[in-house]
T-cell receptor, first 118, second 114 residues
Framework: GENVEQHPSTLSVQEGDSAVIKCTYSDSASNYFPWYKQELGKRPQLIIDIRSNVGEKKDQRIAVTLNKTAKHFSLHITETQPEDSAVYFCAASLSNQINTGTASKLTFGTGTRLQVTL | EAQVTQNPRYLITVTGKKLTVTCSQNMNHEYMSWYRQDPGLGLRQIYYSMNVEVTDKGDVPEGYKVSRKEKRNFPLILESPSPNQTSLYFC?????????????FGQGTRLTVV
């Protein structure tokens, strides 16, 4: 099955600096890569996702890049703010196996705790 | 408001006492799943359901059961809880199997088994 590794496990940056979180996946057939943000005591929520036919996607201060050849994808947060402090999870999914046991399974990384200091 | 609702939010129980965590979604989603979150291990899938009466094991199904009698509800059952099932549990739903769509999570249930 799919295996997703995520690094680093903790990351501390100063306000205004950039933060980068990296993930690698094992199944070359995976074609959907979402990122979730989990604030303290809250549920995970989707912040950005990318599909395998795209190399980069940007949404304001957040961007995600995908390298299919190397099987890794990264989350980039620019101009970090205190409210960016949270745990971030990457995930990988395969969606072309409808009606099989593996359809739609999201395999998550182990998470990165980002702390933005003033 | 589109949402996934779990109950209870917090639960302390004793070893061996059967319990059920409820999950309900109002988005008419076909695909639902349960995850447990443990420090350093991320979110691991326990069970999933592709539609009514269709359920299957995820990565860590031992000690858990589920049912899907209605589209909106997907309860997690621990028939004989043990301390190693102390964890934070999340229910999640997605539009349908085979679609690259957002997973919506419930508020979480923090379970302690003593």
């Amino acid at each position: 099955g799919e295996n997703v590794e995520q690094h680093p496990s903790t990351l501390s940056v100063q306000e205004g600096d950039s933060a980068v979180i990296k993930c690698t996946y094992s199944d070359s057939a995976s074609n959907y890569f979402p990122w979730y943000k989990q604030e303290l005591g809250k549920r995970p929520q989707l912040i950005i996702d990318i599909r395998s036919n795209v190399g980069e996607k940007k949404d304001q201060r957040i961007a995600v890049t995908l390298n299919k050849t190397a099987k890794h994808f990264s989350l980039h947060i620019t101009e970090t703010q205190p409210e960016d402090s949270a745990v971030y999870f990457c995930a990988a999914s395969l969606s072309n196996q409808i009606n099989t046991g593996t359809a739609s399974k999201l395999t998550f990384g182990t998470g990165t705790r980002l702390q933005v200091t003033l | 408001e589109a949402q996934v609702t779990q109950n209870p939010r917090y639960l302390i129980t004793v070893t061996g006492k059967k319990l059920t965590v409820t999950c309900s979604q109002n988005m008419n989603h076909e695909y639902m799943s349960w995850y447990r979150q443990d420090p350093g291990l991320g979110l691991r899938q326990i069970y999933y359901s592709m539609n009514v009466e269709v359920t299957d094991k995820g990565d860590v199904p031992e000690g858990y059961k589920v049912s899907r009698k209605e589209k909106r509800n997907f309860p997690l059952i621990l028939e004989s809880p043990s301390p190693n099932q102390t964890s934070l549990y999340f229910c999640a739903s997605r539009l349908a199997a085979g679609t690259n769509t957002e997973a919506f999570f419930g508020q979480g249930t923090r379970l302690t088994v003593v």
